[in-house]
Every structure is written in structure tokens, then in C-alpha cells.
């Protein structure tokens, strides 16, 4: 049954997209029209996910006489497919003013972004290095043309080729990774590897260890972490603001799915080696990316920076996972969810106003933007409350779940470098806030219009702020709390 | 009764968003805070009547709210959130009043929001509740200077909002630890207050969490050293802010000490002791000498403010019942004063476009009961007799010597400095050469707001014992927990 309902949502996405691709050549069909189809498929792909995760009570492997058990079926596959799903429903719906006010975007464009959400899809569920590498490079290879989607852009052109060098060269880590876990195991199950690294004492096990870091190398170039960061700016910057949103929040998570699985199983024996080195990478990476992110005056490239903050945060908790604590994971899966809300949301408002007018997006255009849109300017301040942790917003729960991890963990100074990456972090964001209010607009008041994107951005500020709050107060709605109970289930299962 | 508790809550933010999102004219938006302001106003009123003196927290309730780290919706008062809770009730309405003429709507919703966030900072007994409510009344402030107000309003509300989260960020270090031993001593997560005051702690530890803590209340009084925001936020900021920073930000750094501070770490204060109390001399003679030198009127009664917020942290860690009923009594008559003086400022702005000394002089000849009430909440800042703070500087400079003969004199010497400092400023503001020949006296409005204040003043001095009465017992019960 499960597994019938999981290959039919993962085949609904493929014939999504070969579907949007075919289209693509009857102009009749308006783009709104093609926007408001993927979406349908993604919600349909949502909907039987959803049924999957009410359903799913033990994991179990997907065909595993077809497959090989390369593919596992659990709790937290299902959750990170509903978080790619959401996502990029909501990346979708909050772009469609854009995409209707730039002539270039059409069918494959969808098709596209379906392809790149199967390939996560199929990450998330991957119990076996090579799957995950095809998956990987199924969802990336996606986003490469789509960050160069706009041809006759120079900035766009140039973010693609940057992208897709650094991004063949870190992927082909992965592969040396894989072949010498596979040199030693003779297996590239995760499964196997974990049975193997417990076997043996662990001098026997450098080649492995090389090997896993090989692998965390490419995941972290993918995240942006610092040192491998370097293309992350200029890559967010230049991709169209959809691929943008789609990068900063989605595949962040994609590959969180993959990073927690095989954390939790296959580095599990290791956690003394890597928890330092992630240590390590998780102060120069909020300490880079706050330089970076303050530095900034364009808000694209602002956020890109705080995107790297945010993964920081992750590696954070991640760097702080023992064998017998693994509470920092739950405080993973919450932050992604939080980060990506409010990401979703402060992209979104950007992009419906790049839509209008074109615009460079620097703090200065910013000036006065809440007296010339006071609904827009009202959400955006949400969003940027929730991005800099400010109480009452999702996004303090999100860093009181993490910061309340690593000080679990015993890691104390670490938290304590946060909370004071997090004092930083407040200043750029209330930057923007008191841009936007602070200063008369030079341009006149604007008309609330009613738009798709609108009442997207509402929801999302909605469910900011309900994350921030709701709990168990209310207790028929659900809120973080009960986010946190579906995710220790799904742990439990791993 | 403790649903009246969350309703004083609920009530204003709820006004804000039903408005906001319903987009509703400014006259509907007066109407509309106004009558909610009285409401809450009337509400703690009934509270007061049901309130019993003899005891400690009342009107509690606990639900869970994160269950993951039980952390709770857990609010209740005592004599002393009470205290506050009526000032801020109080005040209000009558800054409600005082904005009336006013068209910017910003102004109604950063109050109201102001207003639930200050009530929900004073009646929670959660740490993690109680910081929330303590950032979130920091957004309205730093909005309200920001959009309102005057000189490099931009920088300074980004400086207040910069120096109070750092002081946040730190309490909020110290909370997280602290919860983090609860569990670590009793294996469940807590952060309600009472279980964290339980908490065994080494000295070590509990030095730099007490730390934290005491940097986040500190910057808001402001203690000398972190005082470099108070001045120009004050100049920057517009007439109802500068009341709400004056009369309540300032001394919920006082009531955050007292509520958090002496019941987490009243053991651990005897280290800091020493330290803030001359922090606190320094700041009272610092402030003082800083005010007499000011020509802008905001910036003098800023540093006058902060003055005595040094002199009522004084009291507060001198931990005795003399010094601590002065304490309590002079954040009330205080923000009485402070929030007249600053109303009747900021009429003077709006009639003569100046609030330089330099430019002032000869108000006195042409609008008498201006004068009059401006005078009076000039003396009863500096505590002349028959006003609060009279009473209140009083008792605390006898816990003063009682502390300690030198402490006294200190604290003794620099009240009359300040008298000498509250005259030379009303000759040269008030009477002196006769620069202003037009002024409008005050009108019927403006009296409306200005006379509740003056009669509370002056009754403040005259029956001190009714008001004391209300707190007196709380302070002794809550004395004998403190170890100082």
C-alpha cells in the first residue's frame, strides 16, 4: 500500500513534468495557467504524502527486489518530502505575478523545478551512496539551467557557469567518497557501511573516514558552508528570484535529508572525529556569513549571506549530535521548517515587487517602502523578525530549539557564540525594517492588490507568527510542538 | 480572577491586529485605544480590590505552553508587578488623550502593542514569557523614535535597539543555562521562576548567569557605563515615547532585577553589591552633573531620569525594608513626575518648535497655570517635601545609613545637589527674561491629562502610608528570601 502510494506520487511528478515540458509548445496556454498546473501536481504529490505519513508506522524498504534496498520509506523521508512539496508549492504560488510579468519564463521552466523536486524526493529516500549521488545530481543539474534560465542576462549566464563548475567539481568529491567507502565495504549501502564500521575496530577504518569526508565535502559546498561558500552570493544573486527562493530554502533542505540520514546511521561511530571539524565549520560559517550578510546592500545578496548564517545554525546543531543525545536533530527539522517559512516569505515579497517595476533591490530602493506598501511592509517585517530570532516569530523557536541542543550536547561556549552571531544578525535585518519605515517614500502610496502572491505571503506571516506562539494553548491546531513530535517519531525509526 | 490577568494581555495586542487588518480610520483607532486603555485601566482596579496584601503571588495561572522544554504560559502578581501594572494602566489613557490631535495611526497601534508587552513582562513568571514580552515592547519604542521622531532618529533608534538586545541576548544566555541545569539537577525542563529559584548552583556559575542577567536590567535603567543610549534616544524621541521610556521601560530594568535577580540569584548578588552600588553613586553625581550641563530639556531630564533610576538601584541593593519601600515608592512618584514633566515638554515643543533652554525664558508671565504644573513636576522629580518622592529619597537614605555611614552621606549629598539643579533650570526655563511673549496656556484637554498626574503627586506625598500599605508587607515577605 505505502509503497504503491509513494512510487504514485513520485510518478505523478515525472509525468508532471514531461507533461508541462509537452506543453510548452501551445502558446494558447497562458503561463498562469502552466504555474497553476505544477502547482496542482505538487499538491496532488502533497496530498498522498500526507496519507503516507498518517499510515506509516515502521520503515520499509521501496521494492526492494526492483531496487536493491536502495530506497527506504520512513517517517522522516515522508516529512522531508512534505517539507520539498510545501515548499515548492509555496515557491511556486508566491512567484506568480512574477513569472506572468516576465515574458521569458514558460513551460520547462516548471518541468524543471518538478524534475529538480522528484530528484530531492528521491535523496530524501536514498539508503545507498550511489542513489543518493544520482538523486543529488538529478535535483542539482535542475537548478544549474535554471539558475541560467534567462539567456540574454550577463549576471545569470555568469551565475550558472560558476555554479555549475564549483558544483560538478565539488559533486565529483562525493564520487571519490563513495569509491572509497566502496573500496573498503565492498557495499555503498548505508546499512552495510554502519554493519561494517560496528565490525571493525576503528584503526581499520581511516579509509572510511577519508572516504565520509569526502562526502560531507560536497554537502557542504551544496549548503553553502564557509570555506566552500564563496559562490553562494553571486549564485543567489544572479539566478531569477524564484530559483533563488528554490536554492535558499528547498535544497537546503534536500540535502539536510541526505546530511541527517547518513549522520545519524553511518557516521554514528565517528561522532568524536567529526563533531570538532563540524564545529569548526559551523563558527567560520556564521562568523563569514555574518561579515558577508552585513556587508551587503542589495537585499538579494543580503539574504543570500544570512542564508549562510542559517546554515551555520544547522551545522551547529548538527556538530552537537551524540550517540546517546540526538535531540539536536529534532532542532534541525525545526529549523528548516522555520527557516524556510520565513526565507519563503522575504523572497516572496521581494520578488512580487521586482515584478513590478524594474528594480536593483538595494537597501536604498527600500527606503520608505512600508508608507508605500504598509501591508507589504508589515509582512516583510515579520519575516525579518523571524530571520534575526526575535520572540514570538518561528524563527526564535527555531534557535531556542537549537541553541537549547548544543548546550545539551555540553557544548556551552558554542551556544553562547550563537546567541552573540544572533545579536549580529539583528542588525541587518532591523536595518531593513528601519528603512522601510523610517524614511519618506519617494514614490506614491500603492493600491493593495489582490494577488495569489498576496494572500501566499499572508499565509506564510500567518503561520510565522502562529509558529512563533501557538502551542498547545490552542490545542486543536497544530503548531511546533506537535512538529517536533512527528520528528522524534520519525527518528525513532532510523 | 487570573483570566483578568490574560485578558489585560490579550486585549490591547487583539486591537491592534483587529484594526490593522481591518485597516480602521484614525478616528475609530482613537476611540478604540482610548476605551481599551480604560478598560484595561478599570480591570486592574478590580484587581486591586481583590487583591490580598497579606500575601505573596496571586491570580495564578500555569498552562503549558512548549511542552518539549516545559516551558509554560505561567503569570500571576504581587504587590509589586501591581504597583506597575497601575502605573502603566494609568498612563495610558492619558498619553491616549495627550495624542489625540494626532493623525499618524503609528502611533495608537506601537502603543497598544507597547501596552500588551509591558503587562505581559510585569505579570509573567516564566523566564522564556518574560522575554519575549521584554523584546517585544522593545519594537514599538524603536519604531515610535524611529518614525516619529526628531534629530538622527534613525541612528539612535538603531542604537537603542542595538545596546538593548545585546543586554537581552545575554539574559537570554543565562536563561537557557539556567533551564539547562534544571534539567540537568532534577531531569525535567522547567524555566518557571520558582523552579529555577530552587536550583543548586555552584558560585562560579551562578556569577556570570546572575552576569547576564544583571547586563540586560542594567542597560535599560541605565547604570553609568551603559548609559551612552539614553541621551540621545531621549532628544530623538516623540513626546509619548519619551513618557513610556521615562516612566515604564526605565524602571521595568528596576522591577526585572527585582523580580528576576533577587529570586534567582539573591545569594549571588552579595558579589555584585559592592560593584552596583558604587556603579549607582557614581552614576547619581555622573547624571546629575550631565543634566545641569544640558541645553536641550529632553537630554537634561534623561540624565535626571537616569539619575534617579541609579538612586532607586541603589535602594534596591542596599536590601533592606527601608531602602526597598523607598525604592518601590519612587518608581512610583517618579513616573508620575517624569511623565508630567515630559508631557508638559513636549507642549512646549509643539508651541514654540524648541525645547532649548537657551531659547526659553519668561513662560511664567504669560501662562500662569502652565508654570504652575510644570513647577511642580520639576520639584517632585527631585522630591521636595509634600511630593512622593520626598517620602520615598527619605527611606532611602536612611537604609542608606544604615547600609553604611559613607553610602548615606553619598546618597544624602546628592539630593540636594539635584534640588540645586531642578531650581536653576526653572529660572532659566520658566522665569527669567521674558524671551516668549506668545504662549498659550494650557487647555482643557491638556489639563485633562496633566491634573490626574498632579493630584496622584502630591497625594503620593501626603498620605504616603495608603500606598505603602498596599506593598509594605509583600517587600518584608519577599526580604526574607534575600541573603544579601
Do not use: C
Amino acid at each position: 500500500m505505502i509503497e504503491f502510494l509513494i512510487s504514485l506520487s513520485l510518478t505523478t511528478i515525472i509525468i508532471g513534468a514531461i507533461v508541462l515540458m509537452l506543453i510548452t509548445l501551445y502558446k494558447s496556454i497562458s503561463i498562469a495557467h502552466k504555474n497553476l498546473l505544477a502547482i496542482g501536481i505538487l499538491f496532488v504529490a502533497f496530498l498522498l504524502q500526507l496519507i503516507i505519513l498518517l499510515n506509516i508506522d515502521k520503515s520499509i524498504y521501496l521494492y526492494p527486489d526492483i531496487f536493491n534496498h536502495s530506497f527506504i520509506v520512513d517517517k522522516l523521508s515522508t516529512i522531508f518530502d512534505l517539507m520539498f512539496l510545501g515548499g515548492a508549492i509555496f515557491t511556486l504560488a508566491i512567484n506568480n505575478r512574477y513569472f506572468i510579468n516576465r515574458d521569458y519564463y514558460n513551460g520547462e521552466f516548471f518541468s524543471l523545478i518538478l524534475w529538480s523536486v522528484f530528484g530531492m524526493m528521491m535523496l530524501s529516500h536514498a539508503n545507498e551512496l550511489i542513489s543518493a549521488f544520482i538523486s543529488l545530481e538529478v535535483a542539482s543539474i535542475s537548478i544549474y539551467t535554471l539558475v541560467g534560465y534567462k539567456k540574454d542576462d550577463i549576471k545569470s549566464s555568469e551565475a550558472m557557469l560558476k555554479y555549475i563548475i564549483l558544483g560538478a567539481l565539488a559533486s565529483s568529491f562525493f564520487i571519490l567518497g563513495t569509491a572509497l567507502i566502496y573500496g573498503a565495504v565492498g557495499s555503498t549501502g548505508f546499512g552495510d557501511i554502519h554493519n561494517f564500521i560496528e565490525s571493525h575496530p576503528t584503526q581499520d577504518l581511516s579509509m572510511i573516514i577519508v572516504g565520509l569526508s569526502f562526502i560531507l565535502i560536497t554537502i557542504l559546498f551544496k549548503i553553502g558552508a564557509v570555506p566552500f561558500h564563496s559562490w553562494v552570493i553571486d549564485v543567489y544573486h544572479g539566478a531569477p528570484f524564484p530559483i533563488t527562493m528554490f536554492m535558499a530554502s528547498i535544497l537546503k533542505i534536500a540535502l539536510f535529508s541526505i546530511l541527517l540520514r547518513l549522520y545519524l546511521v553511518d557516521f554514528s561511530h565517528f561522532y568524536n572525529i567529526f563533531s570538532p571539524m563540524l564545529t569548526f565549520i559551523a563558527l567560520i560559517t556564521l562568523l563569514g556569513g555574518s561579515l558577508l550578510a552585513i556587508s551587503q546592500t542589495n537585499l538579494k545578496r543580503m539574504l543570500a549571506g544570512s542564508s549562510i548564517v542559517h546554515s551555520g545554525y544547522l551545522l551547529m546543531a548538527l556538530s552537537s549530535i551524540k550517540s546517546d543525545n540526538q535531540e539536536a536533530s529534532l532542532a534541525i527539522m525545526f529549523y528548516l521548517v522555520s527557516y524556510v517559512i520565513s526565507a519563503i516569505g522575504a523572497f516572496g515579497i521581494l520578488s512580487f515587487v521586482a515584478s513590478h517595476r524594474k528594480r536593483k533591490l538595494t537597501f536604498e530602493e527600500f527606503k520608505g517602502f512600508a508608507h508605500q506598501r504598509p501591508f507589504l511592509g508589515a509582512m516583510m517585517t515579520i519575516f525579518m523578525l523571524s530571520l534575526a530570532g526575535f520572540p514570538s516569530t518561528i524563527g526564535f523557536l527555531g534557535k531556542f530549539y537549537i541553541f537549547m541542543s548544543v548546550i545539551q550536547s555540553g557544548n556551552i561556549a558554542l551556544a553562547g557564540f550563537g546567541i552573540a552571531i544572533a545579536f549580529i544578525s539583528v542588525y541587518y535585518y532591523f536595518k531593513l525594517i528601519a528603512l522601510m519605515y523610517f524614511y519618506p517614500s519617494p514614490h506614491p502610496k500603492e493600491k493593495y492588490s489582490f494577488s495569489i502572491t498576496t494572500v501566499v505571503i499572508s499565509l506564510l506571516a500567518i503561520a510565522t507568527i502562529w509558529g512563533g506562539i501557538g502551542t498547545k494553548l490552542i490545542s486543536f491546531l497544530p503548531s511546533g510542538d506537535v512538529l517536533l513530535e512527528i520528528a522524534r517519531e520519525a527518528l525513532m525509526q532510523i | 480572577m487570573s483570566v483578568i490577568l490574560s485578558l489585560l494581555i490579550i486585549l490591547p495586542i487583539l486591537t491592534v491586529s483587529i484594526l490593522g487588518i481591518s485597516r480602521a480610520s484614525i478616528n475609530i483607532l482613537r476611540i478604540s485605544s482610548l476605551s481599551i486603555s480604560i478598560v484595561v485601566f478599570v480591570l486592574i482596579i478590580l484587581l486591586t480590590f481583590q487583591f490580598d496584601t497579606s500575601q505573596e503571588l496571586q491570580f495564578i495561572s500555569k498552562v503549558p505552553w512548549i511542552i518539549n522544554y516545559g516551558i509554560s504560559y505561567y503569570i500571576g502578581i504581587d504587590a509589586l508587578s501591581l504597583v506597575l501594572l497601575l502605573l502603566i494602566s494609568l498612563l495610558m489613557p492619558l498619553i491616549f488623550i495627550s495624542i489625540w490631535h494626532r493623525e499618524e495611526k503609528g502611533y495608537f497601534y506601537n502603543l497598544l502593542l507597547l501596552q500588551s508587552g509591558v503587562i505581559g513582562a510585569l505579570v509573567s513568571l516564566d523566564l522564556i514569557l518574560f522575554y519575549l514580552f521584554w523584546e517585544i515592547m522593545l519594537l514599538p519604542i524603536f519604531i515610535m523614535i524611529g518614525k516619529y521622531g526628531y534629530g538622527k532618529k534613525e541612528y539612535n533608534s538603531m542604537k537603542i535597539i542595538l545596546m538593548t538586545v545585546f543586554g537581552s541576548m545575554s539574559m537570554l544566555f543565562s536563561i537557557i543555562y539556567l533551564g539547562f541545569m534544571h534539567f540537568e539537577s532534577y531531569g525535567v525542563w522547567s524555566f518557571a521562576l520558582d523552579d529555577l529559584a530552587r536550583l543548586n548552583l555552584s558560585v562560579n556559575s551562578n556569577i556570570i548567569l546572575a552576569g547576564g542577567f544583571l547586563l540586560a536590567f542594567s542597560i535599560k535603567i541605565p547604570l553609568v557605563g551603559l548609559h551612552t543610549w539614553i541621551a540621545p534616544a531621549y532628544a530623538s524621541a516623540p513626546t509619548p515615547a519619551l513618557v513610556v521610556l521615562s516612566a515604564i521601560m526605565a524602571k521595568l530594568g528596576i522591577y526585572g532585577l527585582w523580580r528576576f535577580g533577587f529570586e534567582l540569584f539573591s545569594a549571588t548578588f552579595v558579589y555584585y553589591q559592592s560593584l552596583v552600588t558604587i556603579l549607582a553613586i557614581i552614576g547619581m553625581i555622573f547624571y546629575a552633573i550631565s543634566a545641569i550641563m544640558q541645553d536641550n530639556l529632553k537630554r537634561m531630564f534623561a540624565f535626571s531620569s537616569a539619575s534617579h533610576l541609579s538612586l532607586i538601584a541603589l535602594g534596591l541593593f542596599l536590601a533592606n525594608i527601608y531602602s526597598w519601600s523607598g525604592s518601590l515608592y519612587l518608581i512610583i512618584s517618579h513616573a508620575l513626575a517624569s511623565a508630567g514633566i515630559f508631557l508638559m515638554i513636549g507642549m512646549i515643543g509643539n508651541r514654540l518648535d524648541t525645547i532649548k533652554i537657551s531659547n526659553l525664558g519668561g513662560i511664567a508671565s504669560v501662562a500662569p497655570r502652565f508654570t504652575f504644573f510644570f513647577a511642580l513636576f520639576a520639584l517632585g522629580i527631585v522630591g521636595v517635601p509634600m511630593t512622593g518622592g520626598f517620602v520615598a529619597e527619605m527611606l532611602i537614605i536612611f537604609g542608606a545609613f544604615k547600609y553604611s555611614f559613607v553610602v548615606g552621606v553619598f546618597t544624602a549629598s546628592t539630593m540636594v545637589g539635584a534640588i540645586i539643579f531642578v531650581f536653576w533650570m526653572l529660572q532659566r526655563t520658566i522665569f527669567s527674561k521674558a524671551m516668549t511673549k506668545e504662549f498659550p496656556d494650557l487647555s482643557k484637554r491638556e489639563l485633562l491629562i496633566i491634573i490626574p498626574l498632579a493630584i496622584l503627586l502630591i497625594a503620593t506625598g501626603i498620605f504616603p502610608s495608603f500606598f505603602m500599605e498596599i506593598f509594605n508587607t509583600n517587600l518584608e515577605l519577599m526580604l526574607q528570601g534575600v541573603k544579601i
